[in-house]
C-alpha cells in the first residue's frame, strides 16, 4: 500500500480510513491512497482538491479500481471499475494487459516468450533461405507477375485503402518504393538491375 508524501493538511484519523477502505476493498497490486489536493505527478488523477482517491494501479489493467470518497465526510463518492469502462477501453485494457504479459500470469508471459521466439526464428531463417537461393550479384526480388490476380476493381480499391488507412508504416513504405521506382531506379540502371527491376 502505497501513500502520496504531500500528507500535511489532512485529517490523519481520515487517511487512516481510507487505508482501511482500500483493505477492505482487495485492490490489486500496488494500491494508492492520495489525499485531497494531491500533485497530478504520483496519481494521474490532476489535482483532486476535497476528494481522497483510492485506487489499484495493477499493471493487469481489467483488475484496475478507482474509488472516490469526500474529503470531509469520508463517504464514497463514486466507483470507477472495468464494469463501468466503455467497450473500447475495455478492448484496448485487454489488448495492453495481454502484450505485457499480465493478463493472466506465467501462462500469458510463456505465450509472448513462445511468439518472440517464434519471431525471431522467421527472421533468421527468412535471411538464410533469401542468401542461399537469390541470385549471383543481385538481390533477388520476385518477378512481377505475368498474369495478376483475379482481385479486381472495387474490392481491389477497397482493399488496398483500407491497409494504407490501418497500417500507416506500410502506407510509408509503399511511398518510400514509389520514389525509388520513379526517381532513383531510372537513373542507376546497375542498381535498378541488382534490385531486379525490368529497364522502362
Same mark, same amino acid.
Given at each position: 500500500?502505497?501513500?502520496?508524501?504531500? $500528507?500535511?493538511?489532512?485529517?490523519?484519523? =481520515?487517511?487512516?480510513? $481510507?487505508?482501511?477502505?482500500?483493505?477492505?476493498?482487495?485492490? *490489486?497490486?500496488?494500491? $494508492?491512497?492520495?489525499?485531497?489536493?494531491? *500533485?497530478?505527478?504520483?496519481?494521474?488523477?490532476?489535482? *483532486?482538491?476535497?476528494?481522497?482517491?483510492? &485506487?489499484?494501479?495493477?499493471?493487469?489493467?481489467?483488475?484496475?479500481?478507482?474509488?472516490?470518497?469526500?474529503?470531509?465526510?469520508?463517504?464514497?463518492?463514486?466507483?470507477?471499475?472495468?464494469?463501468?469502462?466503455?467497450? #473500447?477501453? &475495455?478492448? #484496448?485494457?485487454?489488448?495492453? *494487459?495481454?502484450?505485457?504479459?499480465?493478463?493472466?500470469?506465467?501462462?500469458?508471459?510463456?505465450?509472448?516468450?513462445?511468439?518472440?521466439? $517464434? =519471431?525471431?526464428?522467421?527472421?533468421?531463417?527468412?535471411?538464410?533461405? %533469401?542468401?542461399?537461393?537469390?541470385?549471383?550479384?543481385?538481390?533477388?526480388?520476385?518477378?512481377?507477375?505475368? &498474369?495478376? +490476380?483475379?482481385?479486381? +476493381?472495387?474490392?481491389?480499391?477497397?482493399?488496398?485503402?483500407?491497409?494504407?488507412? %490501418?497500417?500507416?508504416?506500410?502506407?510509408?513504405?509503399?511511398?518510400?518504393?514509389?520514389?525509388?521506382?520513379? =526517381?532513383?531506379?531510372?537513373?542507376?540502371?546497375?542498381?535498378?538491375? %541488382?534490385?531486379?527491376?525490368?529497364?522502362?
Amino acid at each position: 500500500m502505497h501513500h502520496h508524501p504531500a $500528507m500535511t493538511a489532512f485529517n490523519s484519523a =481520515l487517511f487512516d480510513e $481510507m487505508v482501511a477502505h482500500a483493505r477492505s476493498e482487495h485492490l *490489486a497490486f500496488p494500491a $494508492m491512497v492520495v489525499p485531497p489536493g494531491a *500533485a497530478a505527478g504520483e496519481s494521474g488523477q490532476g489535482k *483532486a482538491t476535497g476528494v481522497w482517491i483510492v &485506487k489499484s494501479d495493477s499493471q493487469n489493467r481489467p483488475l484496475r479500481v478507482t474509488l472516490r470518497y469526500d474529503g470531509q465526510t469520508g463517504l464514497l463518492k463514486s466507483r470507477e471499475d472495468f464494469a463501468t469502462r466503455h467497450p #473500447i477501453d &475495455k478492448v #484496448i485494457a485487454y489488448g495492453v *494487459a495481454w502484450h505485457e504479459g499480465q493478463l493472466f500470469g506465467l501462462i500469458n508471459q510463456l505465450i509472448g516468450l513462445a511468439t518472440a521466439a $517464434m =519471431l525471431v526464428t522467421l527472421v533468421v531463417s527468412g535471411t538464410v533461405m %533469401w542468401w542461399r537461393r537469390k541470385p549471383d550479384g543481385q538481390l533477388g526480388a520476385p518477378p512481377i507477375l505475368a &498474369k495478376p +490476380g483475379r482481385l479486381k +476493381g472495387v474490392v481491389a480499391w477497397a482493399l488496398l485503402v483500407f491497409l494504407l488507412i %490501418w497500417l500507416p508504416l506500410f502506407t510509408a513504405s509503399l511511398v518510400i518504393l514509389l520514389l525509388l521506382d520513379r =526517381l532513383l531506379f531510372p537513373r542507376l540502371p546497375k542498381l535498378a538491375g %541488382w534490385v531486379g527491376v525490368a529497364p522502362a
